[in-house]
């Protein structure tokens, strides 16, 4: 058996949790490989919204395996605030729930790191999440992190102790007063206590060689779907650097955020909205500053799930586009949020971009909005409420033009429309 992808091929939030909710019961286990409490991926049904950071997007079912892979970094804190809200929805996480011995530790150091960075760069800020995903990827490389595993160690706290002091002496050379640097409202101190308590719901759960445990459930002919977080415009190698996230975000990063050979990945379903946002810092090329930015935003809930930061908004990017699904090899695109665009005359689509004002057609290095700009194409809007429709052959005819008109410009089929958040609002081509 192969192990299939979903991931997002702009800058995040495209609808990842949603898709892969609708997938679960297809498959036998849903892994994360990437990321960590950075993402926030929302699932809607029964009328109910639920969003998680760390935990896959299949654990609202009970038959499917949910495993956070070796590529994961977890914050016990954040972690344990997942599994409490899941029990008061009725779900019993450590029956599937299963978490990798090798994922990162994120410490309540990093997160002050996070923080520290951050205001050093002023202007220049990444706009991160200041979750420490930053921070605990570099101790990560560094080889100094701590593990999941770790916990289960006697010595675990002369190490915790031994990597917090490392990062105070960086931390206290930038000089700020710390005081003002709260965490969920509490002082750092009081924080790191409940830190500790929370690494005890950590060791409740199922803590495994997880990639001994995919491997296996391939060779029994289970089947997988890797869940991707952020997106591939925030990938540390590929994306709009330095305005990216810490970790490969890419298809071949399930590889080692699972310990998966190349040649058992399978289908790689990208995600894309119908338009493009971004939140924090950095190039976006085809971002509005006028009425229809403002109604992408307001139509779409553009507010991040995360850190409830307005989303900035803007056309549809086809050389991003094009790069992403290059980078990933994606099979199928699932185009989400066309329904946001609803009672829009016109949809445009930034075909190619102007590189001082030479044409391009592809995404280059000097990426900044300044040099950068790109050469619209304008499609009709449909002009119709499709929140409703449930049959391909009942979405408007411009609709159906302009997904027609992204299949023939990246030479991949779109095989899933959503048209709401809701788990039904989905149609499978
Ligand atoms: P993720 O990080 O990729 O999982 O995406 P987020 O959950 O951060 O953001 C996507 C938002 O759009 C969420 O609020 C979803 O409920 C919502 N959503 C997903 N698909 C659709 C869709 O087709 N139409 C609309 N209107 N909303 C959607
Ligand atoms: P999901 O999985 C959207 C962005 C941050 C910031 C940059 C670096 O929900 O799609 P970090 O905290 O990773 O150091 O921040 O990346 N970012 C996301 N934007 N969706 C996400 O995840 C993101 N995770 C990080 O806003 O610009
Ligand atoms: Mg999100």
Known sequence: MKVDVLLGLQWGDEGKGKIVDVFTPKYDIIARFQGGPNAGHTLEFNGQKHVLH?????????????????????????????????????????????????????????????????????????????????????????????????????????????????????????????????????????????????TNTVKQMNIVDSEYLINNALKAGQKVLAEGAQGTMLDVEFGSYPFVTSSNTIASSVCSGLGIAPQKI???????????????????????????????????????????????????????LKYAIMLNGVTDLVITKADVMDDFDYVKVGEKYLLENKELDFFPFEINDENLKPEYISHQGWKKDITKIDQIADLPKELMEYIAYVEKETEVPVSIISVGPDRKQTMIR
């Not at 804190?77 to 996480?93: A, G, M, N, T």
């Not at 299963?98 to 990444?126: C, M, N, T, W």
């Not at 990827?137 to 992190?145: F, L, P, V």
């Not at 160690?153 to 990062?167: A, G, R, V």
Request: contains cysteine; positive net charge; aromatic residues 12%.
């Open 54 to 198: 760390t935990i896959p997007s299949g654990i609202f079912h009970n038959d499917t395996k949910n495993i956070i892979g070796n590529g994961v970094i977890l914050d016990p804190y954040i972690f344990d605030k997942e599994i409490q809200k899941l029990r008061l929805s009725d779900v019993q996480p450590e029956n599937n729930l299963f978490v990798s011995k090798k994922a990162h530790l994120i410490l309540p150091s990093h997160r002050l790191l996070d923080a520290v960075y951050e205001k050093s760069k002023g202007a220049q800020k990444i706009g991160s999440t200041l979750k420490g995903i930053g921070p605990c990827y570099t101790d990560k490389i560094s080889r100094t992190g701590l593990r999941v595993g770790d916990l289960l160690c006697k010595d675990f706290d002369t190490k915790y102790q031994n990597l917090k002091k490392k990062h105070f002496t960086i931390i206290e050379s930038y000089g700020y007063d710390l005081s003002d640097i709260l965490f969920d409202n509490l002082s750092f101190d009081e924080y790191e206590k409940q830190w500790m308590k929370c």
């Open 266 to 320: 399978g289908k790689v379903y990208g995600v894309f909205k119908a338009y493009c946002t971004r939140v924090g810092s950095g190039p976006f090329p085809t971002e509005l500053f006028d009425a229809d930015g403002q109604a992408l935003r307001d139509n779409g809930h553009e507010y991040g799930s995360t850190t409830g930061r307005p989303r900035r908004c803007g056309w549809l990017d086809l050389p991003a």
